[in-house]
């Protein structure tokens, strides 16, 4: 014969069983977050210098100086004929751009890129004047952009 089992033991009953059920729940849990953690962290220091970074603040784009070079800038005055929006890049980043006509630019040494893709007509591009002590570009040369990307070259 089967014994009667009041309602709060029953109750008791269910409770006990639902707290072993959330504990195995919340065991599971912490032993897949720590394996994921692994996964992802393979070395810890490189790990935290990332975080790190990401968390002062992004990196600064500093010249190198480990070459003990100084970089010189050369103001060079570039005129477009007709005036018209070519964006002028050194290095990948523009510096400069000719929407109004006439505009000064502080280049260094390298290639400087006239970008006139898209433009209807050809541009005409000159070099009014320069700081001086440079060999390229001349004072008065003229660079022809026929709706493409042009170079020249600066350098003293």
Known sequence: MRRKV?????LWSNVQNGE???IRVIVLAS????????????????????VASKVESPPLDLPSLAAG?????WQLTLKSIPAAPIRVLQNGKEIGTLTKGEQ??????GQIQ???TGLSQIIRVQIIK?????KE??????????GSVQTFQVSP
């Open 20 to 22: 072993r059920r959330i």
């Open 114 to 116: 006239l970008d006139g």
């Open 69 to 73: 070079k100084s970089t010189k800038l």
């Open 137 to 146: 570009p001349h004072q008065t040369q003229v660079i022809v952009l026929p």
């Open 6 to 10: 009041s309602m709060m033991e029953q």
């Open 130 to 134: 320069d700081d001086g002590g440079l």
């Open 104 to 109: 000064k630019v502080l280049a260094q040494r």
């Open 31 to 50: 032993v897949i977050l720590v394996v994921m953690q692994l996964s992802v962290a393979r070395d810890p220091l490189q790990f935290y210098i990332s």
